[in-house]
Every structure is written in structure tokens, then in C-alpha cells.
């Protein structure tokens, strides 16, 4: 980068974006294998906070594909930079205010870090758990098959790892939770860290 480029300072402040909104703005971080359920549950909570009047936005891992980083392939380097690209966007999302939700495989833990690093405080981390041989039954997309018939190169969780998150800040198990229970736990946890206004 340019030692020439400055960063502007705005006159609005991110604390007072969070007042007008009335919830802290933060990156909702949906990590775990294709067919999960990431975009499903990021999807319910959406709603669900659309309905509460939080202004949020969700970035899907397919569909920033489609725009941005359409020249990105997935072998270990691209994914590392599909990674910073939407982290480098998700924290000027949380600068403006809204509640970003992010719904990626994102399989090395490293690249999950460097996110949380650059986003700080406000990354919140969830593990969208599913055994592989669910996901495998799900395949909505069938490309578990392609992967396994080997048309598919570098697939996450058969030619390629996944790193399950060590701590992460909320586990969801889709095997044996409903969406419905699954989104709550969520908004439950965004209610006890006083990032929502608790509705009387």
C-alpha cells in the first residue's frame, strides 16, 4: 500500500451509528462444511432481526463468489484471500453500523483468526455443526457427489480439511436442533451480550 494514501476520518462515529440503530453492530462469523446449514440459519436470524428492526446484511460465500472475488479459485492460497476480501468488507459494514452476517465454509482456523484480528471485539464466531456424512446425505447442490467422483478438486471434507473452531463463541448442532432452535440459541446469545435491546 501507498505510504501516500491517508484514511479519512468520518464525522459520524461508529458508537453513533450503534445508538441510532439501537443494537451493537457486529459479524455474525457462520463457519462448517457445505450443506451444514450456514445460509439456512444466517438466513432465520436475518429475518428475524429484520423483524426486530435491526439493520443488518448477509454476505454468502457463493454469491461474493459470483461478484468480487469471481477470480478466486479454492485452492489454499485463494481461499486465504476470499477470506480477507469479505473481512476487509464485513468491517466496514460493522463501521456502518449494521449486523453482518457471514455464512462461509472457511475451513483453516488461521484464516478464521486473521478475520477475528482485523474485525476485533465485534466477531462472534459460530459453528454451524453437522457430521460429514449428514451434510454428504443433505447435499442440496450435490457436490459431495461431484467431489467423490472426483469432478471437484480441493472439496472440504473430502479431498481438502476442515478445521473445526476450538472455541468457538456459539455451537449449533443442525443434526439435532431445528432451524428454529438453532436461530434462538443465536439471538438468545446476541440478548445476553446486550448487542440487542431486549424487547418489554
Known amino acids: 500500500m501507498s505510504i501516500n494514501i491517508l484514511w479519512h476520518k468520518t464525522s459520524v462515529l461508529t458508537e453513533e451509528r450503534s445508538l441510532q440503530k439501537k443494537h451493537k453492530p457486529v459479524v455474525l462469523w457462520y463457519t462448517g462444511l457445505s450443506g451444514a446449514g450456514k445460509s439456512t440459519i444466517a438466513n432465520a436470524v436475518d429475518r428475524i ?8 446484511y ?19 492460497i485463494s481461499r486465504t484471500e476470499n477470506i480477507r476480501r ?4 464485513a468491517k466496514l459494514f460493522v463501521d456502518a453500523g449494521l449486523i453482518v452476517s457471514i455464512a462461509l465454509i472457511s475451513p483453516f482456523i488461521l484464516d478464521r483468526e486473521q478475520a ?48 473445526k473452531p476450538i472455541n468457538p463463541d456459539i455451537h449449533i448442532t ?27
Open 116 to 163: 477475528r484480528k482485523l474485525i476485533g471485539d465485534n466477531f462472534i464466531e459460530i459453528f454451524v455443526d453437522a457430521p460429514l456424512a449428514e451434510c454428504e446425505k443433505r447435499d442440496p447442490k450435490k457436490l459431495y457427489k461431484k467431489a467423490r467422483e472426483r469432478e471437484i478438486a480441493n472439496f472440504t471434507g473430502i479431498s481438502s480439511p476442515y478445521e
Open 58 to 76: 448477509i454476505l454468502d460465500g457463493d454469491n461474493i463468489r459470483h461478484g468480487l472475488n469471481r477470480d478466486l479459485g479454492f485452492d489454499e
Open 86 to 89: 469479505i473481512s476487509e468488507i
Open 174 to 200: 443442525t443434526s439435532t436442533k431445528t432451524i428454529h432452535e438453532c436461530a434462538n440459541k443465536i439471538i438468545n446469545y446476541l440478548l445476553d451480550k446486550n448487542i440487542l435491546t431486549k424487547v418489554v
Open 49 to 56: 432481526l429484520y423483524e426486530r428492526g435491526c439493520h443488518t
